[in-house]
């Protein structure tokens, strides 16, 4: 069974390629690289002990996919590649709708084309907005997002339920994910963000290997048990896990299944803050700035959809995923460029 992953160099991607392979799937990585490094690749071999293809290619062009499923014999196709910075997306709305959302089309024409019609897709936790109550359950309307990267998700979900719809020969994931850290265990692959990190624990890292100085606490004054905001942080292992579960099922069935994948946990960011210090034995100086605007109070997940219809559960601790986090940043203090 040959599997094709697009963003397949890329954070979350590159730790399903090793889940995939574990479990025996065969894969083919289609990547721009626009927001990744190949050795992704090469680590995702040294791990897993198995090889496979990865092509350079942009999911926008159309001709170079064809050419792919000519190439190779593809399954179903499980799709990460996509832009994700929140405040880039609100500088550069265009290029966000255009490569996430028009990039997901070419590649379902392709597949309809190639008549490969089982995709699992990234969502997010953002597709919930603000509107919605914590625990976000699956059942729950989509919310309002606030800024163009959360649109891309809502429409794109739209697009897969509309082409469900139209042929109920698809089966497709929709798999809403919550807040991803860590990295696996062996250290070799990890989360590698360009120019200062938007996101709470890749910054958490970058001070304690020295990159920065000091974490600014957006805001100590919502409606939490702490004041700081609290959010269902997953190890990315455990996140990976989900994604084979959820493609086994896909595999024998029709139809448009949703799926959180979280561990219905909430931390605050003190919680992060301390539990990364305590495990690593490391110093995160901090200080408590505004709020972050677009920001909600509390995200987390009623995950009890998927254990009951996928039996998946997140098995990794906070501690896990601090420790992981910072195995994977002290000895790649560059991400892969050194
Ligand atoms: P990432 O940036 O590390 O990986 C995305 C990969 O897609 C990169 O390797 C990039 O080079 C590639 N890519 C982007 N546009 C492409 C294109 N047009 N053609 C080919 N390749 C392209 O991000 P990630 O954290 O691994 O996220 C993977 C997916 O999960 C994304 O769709 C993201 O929106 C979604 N997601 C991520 C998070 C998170 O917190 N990391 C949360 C929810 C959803
Ligand atoms: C961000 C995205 C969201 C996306 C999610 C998962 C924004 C506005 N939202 O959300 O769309 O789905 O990642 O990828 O970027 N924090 C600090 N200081 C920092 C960084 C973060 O205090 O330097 C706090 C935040 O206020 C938040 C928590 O840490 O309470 C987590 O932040 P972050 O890692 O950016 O994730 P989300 O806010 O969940």
Same mark, same amino acid.
């Not at 040294?46 to 593809?74: H, S």
């Not at 698809?170 to 860590?182: A, D, K």
């Given at each position: 069974?040959?599997?094709?992953?697009?963003?397949?160099?890329?954070?979350?991607?590159?730790?399903?390629?090793?889940?995939?392979?574990?479990?025996?799937?065969?894969?083919?990585?289609?990547?721009?690289?626009?927001?990744?490094?190949?050795?992704?690749?090469?680590?995702?071999?040294?791990?897993?002990?198995?090889?496979?293809?990865?092509?350079?290619?942009?999911?926008?062009?159309?001709?170079?996919?064809?050419?792919?499923?000519?190439?190779?014999?593809?399954?179903?196709?499980?799709?990460?590649?996509?832009?994700?910075?929140?405040?880039?997306?609100?500088?550069?709305?265009?290029?966000?709708?255009?490569?996430?959302?028009?990039?997901?089309?070419?590649?379902?024409?392709?597949?309809?084309?190639?008549?490969?019609?089982?995709?699992?897709?990234?969502?997010?936790?953002?597709?919930?907005?603000?509107?919605?109550?914590?625990?976000?359950?699956?059942?729950?309307?989509?919310?309002?997002?606030?800024?163009?990267?959360?649109?891309?998700?809502?429409?794109?979900?739209?697009?897969?339920?509309?082409?469900?719809?139209?042929?109920?020969?698809?089966?497709?994931?929709?798999? %809403?994910?919550?807040?991803?850290?860590?990295?696996?265990?062996?250290?070799?692959?990890?989360? +590698? #963000? &360009? !120019?200062?990190? /938007?996101?709470?624990?890749?910054?958490?890292?970058?001070?304690?290997?020295?990159?920065?100085?000091?974490?600014?606490?957006?805001?100590?004054?919502?409606?939490?048990?702490?004041?700081?905001?609290?959010?269902?942080?997953?190890?990315?292992?455990?996140?990976?896990?989900?994604?084979?579960?959820?493609?086994?099922?896909?595999?024998?069935?029709?139809?448009?299944?949703?799926?959180?994948?979280?561990?219905?946990?909430?931390?605050?960011?003190?919680?992060?803050?301390?539990?990364?210090?305590?495990?690593?034995?490391?110093?995160?100086?901090?200080?408590?700035?505004?709020?972050?605007?677009?920001?909600?109070?509390?995200?987390?997940?009623?995950?009890?959809?998927?254990?009951?219809?996928?039996?998946?559960?997140?098995? %990794?601790?906070?501690?896990?995923?601090?420790?992981?986090?910072?195995?994977?940043?002290?000895? +790649? #203090? &560059? !991400?892969?460029? /050194?």
């Amino acid at each position: 069974m040959s599997i094709l992953v697009t963003g397949g160099t890329g954070y979350i991607g590159s730790h399903t390629c090793v889940e995939l392979l574990n479990a025996g799937y065969d894969i083919v990585v289609v990547d721009n690289f626009c927001n990744s490094s190949p050795m992704a690749a090469d680590r995702v071999r040294e791990i897993t002990g198995k090889d496979f293809k990865v092509y350079r290619c942009d999911i926008r062009d159309r001709d170079g996919l064809k050419k792919i499923f000519e190439e190779e014999k593809i399954d179903a196709a499980i799709h990460f590649a996509g832009l994700k910075a929140v405040g880039e997306s609100c500088q550069k709305p265009l290029e966000y709708y255009e490569n996430n959302i028009w990039g997901t089309v070419a590649l379902l024409e392709v597949m309809r084309d190639a008549g490969c019609k089982t995709i699992v897709f990234s969502s997010s936790a953002t597709v919930y907005g603000s509107e919605n109550k914590v625990p976000f359950n699956e059942t729950m309307p989509v919310g309002t997002a606030t800024n163009p990267y959360g649109t891309t998700k809502i429409y794109i979900e739209n697009i897969l339920q509309d082409l469900y719809k139209s042929d109920n020969g698809w089966s497709v994931s929709l798999l %809403r994910y919550f807040n991803p850290i860590g990295a696996h265990p062996s250290g070799r692959i990890g989360e +590698n #963000p &360009n !120019g200062i990190p /938007n996101n709470l624990m890749p910054y958490i890292a970058q001070i304690a290997v020295g990159k920065r100085e000091k974490l600014s606490i957006f805001g100590d004054d919502y409606p939490t048990p702490d004041g700081t905001g609290v959010r269902d942080y997953i190890h990315v292992v455990d996140l990976a896990l989900g994604h084979i579960k959820a493609l086994d099922r896909a595999l024998g069935k029709t139809g448009v299944d949703i799926y959180n994948l979280g561990t219905g946990i909430g931390y605050s960011v003190l919680d992060i803050v301390k539990t990364f210090i305590e495990v690593n034995g490391v110093d995160i100086p901090y200080e408590i700035g505004p709020r972050r605007p677009g920001d909600i109070a509390e995200c987390y997940a009623n995950a009890d959809k998927a254990a009951k219809e996928l039996g998946w559960k997140a098995e %990794r601790t906070l501690a896990d995923m601090c420790r992981d986090t910072w195995n994977w940043q002290k000895n +790649n #203090p &560059n !991400g892969y460029e /050194n």
